[in-house]
């Protein structure tokens, strides 16, 4: 069992910028996908983007050129990296890790393909 832990959240400015980290307790991440998804109260859970173990991330198109996810697999973390935001960006955030590599088939976007959830941590974004 893989318990993912987030840290960062919190509250900004529209505008302004936080950094989410997400690492794993007790053990590496290694040859694990990671995505980040969140939720807004009353709407589904959904996608933000996804790194594979060697770097390779792809975002959803709500959050690309503000977004950016990387991984320092020597600290066995993975940053969300949020500039720009906006209030619409308000939910909580919360780190997937898949064993084997990220979802294939473009399914990267669905919650249900991964394996192990963080507990969330929540953004705010006034205006």
């Known amino acids: 069992q893989v318990q993912l832990v987030e840290s960062g959240g919190g509250l900004v400015q529209a505008g302004g910028s936080l950094r989410l980290s997400c690492a794993p307790s007790g053990r590496t991440f290694s040859n694990y996908g990671t995505g980040w998804f969140r939720q807004a109260p009353g709407k589904e859970r959904e996608f933000v983007g996804a790194v594979t173990w060697s770097g390779g991330a792809i975002y959803a198109d709500s959050v690309k050129g503000r977004f950016t996810i990387s991984r320092d697999n020597a600290k066995n973390t993975v940053y969300l990296q949020m500039n720009s935001l906006k209030p619409e960006d308000t939910a909580v955030y919360y780190c997937?890790?898949?064993?084997?590599?990220?979802?294939?088939?473009?399914?990267?976007?669905?919650?249900?393909?991964?394996?192990?959830w963080g507990q969330g941590t929540q953004v705010t974004v006034s205006s």
């Open positions: 997937a890790a898949r064993s084997g590599g990220l979802p294939v088939n473009g399914n990267w976007y669905k919650p249900a393909e991964y394996d192990y």
